[in-house]
């Protein structure tokens, strides 16, 4: 096998022209005609340019089906973006519903290609839960060529794809295996997205921007999250910003340190073209994980418990809950709380299809007698998926799962229901609490209310992480 290319073996002006291509400033055509001055006797400049484009396979380190990840491709609301984007969510496959930190991966110009899906897979295998969205969701999704993925992304209403990336910020942080803490990482346009992400997201807990243009510096004072900036040295047209912008941050005191790898070219991250840099991909890409476990893991080993009872007392920054045992337990409540409604719906309304969380007892013949079930949202569909103990009642337990059947009972209905590792038979009496959630806000966290939430020791005190709460009065029923 002949030795990779890199971009020594390139002239800088023929990389400059790739540059300009690639990001949608030069089409082909222009590109080849400019390019046939450095063709050769034996490289045309077709060849060229074949030659400076991704070859995913030999940048691919971590393969689609690695037993040690759980991936899939879901779909998440964006109302003030596109409507709904899909996304890569992956997970390590030991995980469970393991609340995890999570790392929201931006790609470049050209969708969610098999590279950006390769770099969700490596954060899931460095202990987080990596989600990758695909701003050409709207337009059928990455089309699989990078040249119509190109032209595909320039039609794009800017605007609203930034809405949908601040849209899955905020639906991460909120989905109930993600401990909240959401970090961001992006490459070229997705750098520049995770700079504007530490502007629009107040909570994003860190960001680390690949060769990404920078906003505005008078937009510098807005920024909140801690920041490492990866820069490439050869990067004229990104790099001529950063003086102005790198003097914003530091006068309003942000956060943020910066790297600019000597020699490296934009895009020397990306180990599908010739651009890639190894030991300054090596270093850059070690320092992002090293800060992301920094900033994302720190509050991580406290553990989450979960409380149920009435709402006895709430302020803007606290909260007291009377546990069911009479207990009352007096909780912080942090800026980036989750608060969802859980409200009632009918037996009915569990179908076939239907993807239910099932708390019950175990029965002698092996049924699960249901206690209450939770329809849950589309976008949820697999989380905490299996059958296991539940901290509800003694000998209780928990069935996360799809419904295959649905069967009339004498009091009730009989569900089979699926999961990865098997299947079991519910009895959902008639009378049996049915409800599903959608999110809220913190107006419905009133004294009286019935709440479930999770909890965990912040900073040396008892923290609200995500509260489901009934209104006017519904009881939560687990």
């Not at 991704?54 to 779909?75: N, Y």
């Not at 460095?126 to 040249?147: H, I, Q, V």
Request: hydrophobic fraction near 40%; aromatic fraction near 8%; include cysteine.
């Amino acid at each position: 096998m002949p030795p990779r290319l890199t971009a020594q073996d390139f002239d800088q002006e023929l990389l400059i022209l790739f540059d300009a291509y690639v990001h949608g400033h030069l089409d082909r055509r222009g590109f080849l005609k400019q390019a046939q001055k450095f063709a050769t006797a034996g490289v045309t400049a077709v060849g060229l340019l074949a030659a400076l484009s991704p070859d995913f396979a030999a940048g691919q380190q971590v393969p689609k089906d690695d037993a040690r990840l759980k991936t899939e491709f879901i779909t998440y609301p964006s109302p003030a973006g596109t409507g709904s984007v899909k996304g890569y969510l992956a997970r390590p496959a030991g995980a469970g519903s393991t609340r995890l930190p999570t790392i929201l991966v931006i790609h470049e110009n050209r969708g969610l290609n098999p590279h950006i899906e390769d770099i969700a897979r490596r954060l899931a295998l460095d202990g987080f839960m990596a989600f990758a969205p695909d701003a050409l969701t709207s337009l059928g999704g990455y089309p699989g060529n990078e040249e119509k993925a190109v032209a595909a992304f320039a039609t794009l209403d800017r605007n609203k794809i930034l809405e949908d990336f601040v849209a899955a910020a905020q639906w991460l942080q909120a989905r109930p295996d993600s401990t909240g803490k959401v970090g961001a990482v992006g490459f070229c346009f997705g750098g520049g997205i995770v700079h504007m992400l530490s502007i629009r997201v107040p909570d994003l807990a860190a960001g680390v921007p690949f060769y990404g243009n920078t906003p505005a510096p008078a937009d510098a004072a807005r920024v909140k999250a801690p920041l490492l900036i990866q820069q490439a040295d050869v990067d004229e047209r990104i790099n001529a910003s950063w003086p102005a912008y790198e003097a914003a941050l530091k006068a309003a005191g942000v956060q943020y340190t910066a790297y600019r790898y000597a020699g490296t070219q934009h895009g020397f991250n990306n180990d599908t073209t010739p651009r890639y840099d190894d030991a300054a991909a090596r270093l850059a890409w070690g320092r992002t994980v090293a800060f992301f476990k920094t900033k994302l893991q720190a509050a991580s080993a406290s553990p989450v418990v979960r409380l149920r009872g009435k709402i006895d007392s709430v302020s803007a920054t606290r909260m007291g809950v009377r546990e069911r045992g009479g207990e009352l337990i007096e909780l912080a409540l942090p800026g980036k709380l989750v608060v969802n409604e859980v409200y009632a719906i009918e037996l009915s309304d569990i179908r076939a299809g239907s993807f239910i969380g099932a708390g019950a007892m175990p029965q002698a013949d092996g049924v699960q007698r249901a206690i209450a079930v939770t329809v849950f949202p589309e976008t949820m569909r697999g989380l905490g998926e299996g059958h296991r103990p539940f901290d509800f009642m003694p000998q209780s337990t928990m069935t996360n799962a799809t419904v295959a059947d649905v069967m009339a009972a004498p009091d009730g209905r009989t569900l089979q229901v699926r999961y990865k590792d098997g299947e079991k038979t519910i009895v959902v009496p008639q009378g049996t609490p049915v409800v599903t959630f959608k999110p809220a806000d913190r107006s419905l966290l009133v004294p009286g209310a019935s709440v479930s939430l999770s909890a965990q020791t912040v900073d040396g005190e008892p923290t609200a992480l995500r509260i489901s709460v009934g209104r006017n009065g519904f009881a939560v029923p687990y």
